[in-house]
């Protein structure tokens, strides 16, 4: 039995095949699951025991630990970005991306709504390093996978002419039109 988060009771029990995840607050079933993948912390510790590359980063309890998550991270900052985002967040709610420029009261800022937006018995920032790349949700169910989408974030191309607040419109009337974008 291996103890993967204490404040979510959140654990995995191993036999000689198979590893299981399991809550003290359910048998067997998806709510362990649900745990872990709200659990941040815990869903990068299970990927890197797995051999999953993982950003780097730190868990901060309160907004005066920003001051030394701001030291910690200002030189990785000014080359690739931070991000910052509640341990136990959902639907990107509180999440700020900062970059070399930013100042400790940008990241005071961010670690503030990050706390807010924390959803979990346990209040917990994350400050990990940025990683470009594409976000790509995969869906298992019974061991197979049964969709995978790819997150595209909002985007307009200029043309020249028109602002970007017309931009944002008409790609807005065209999201409503197709039902995606």
Request: hydrophobic share 40%; proline share 4%.
């Amino acid at each position: 039995v291996e103890v993967i988060d204490p404040e979510t009771d959140l654990f995995r029990v191993y036999d000689q095949k198979h590893s299981v995840m399991l809550s003290a607050h359910a048998n067997l079933n998806p709510y362990a699951a649900v745990q872990l993948l709200n659990n941040k912390s815990a869903t990068k510790r299970v990927l890197q025991q797995a051999g999953l590359r993982v950003p780097e980063g730190k868990e901060y309890r309160s907004v005066a630990e920003a001051t030394t998550a701001f030291r910690e991270f200002s030189p990785h900052a000014v080359r690739f970005g931070v991000v910052i985002k509640p341990k136990d967040g959902r639907n990107g709610a509180g999440i700020t991306f900062l970059d070399g420029a930013s100042t400790q009261a940008e990241w005071r800022k961010a670690f503030s709504q990050a706390l807010e937006n924390d959803d979990g018995r346990d209040t917990a920032v994350l400050a990990e390093e940025f990683v470009p790349g594409k976000d790509t949700r995969f869906l298992v169910v019974g061991h197979r996978v049964v969709a995978i989408a790819q997150r595209i974030p909002a985007n307009v191309v200029g043309d020249g002419q028109l602002t970007v607040r017309e931009l944002v419109a008409i790609k807005n009337m065209q999201r409503q039109r197709l039902g995606y974008m």
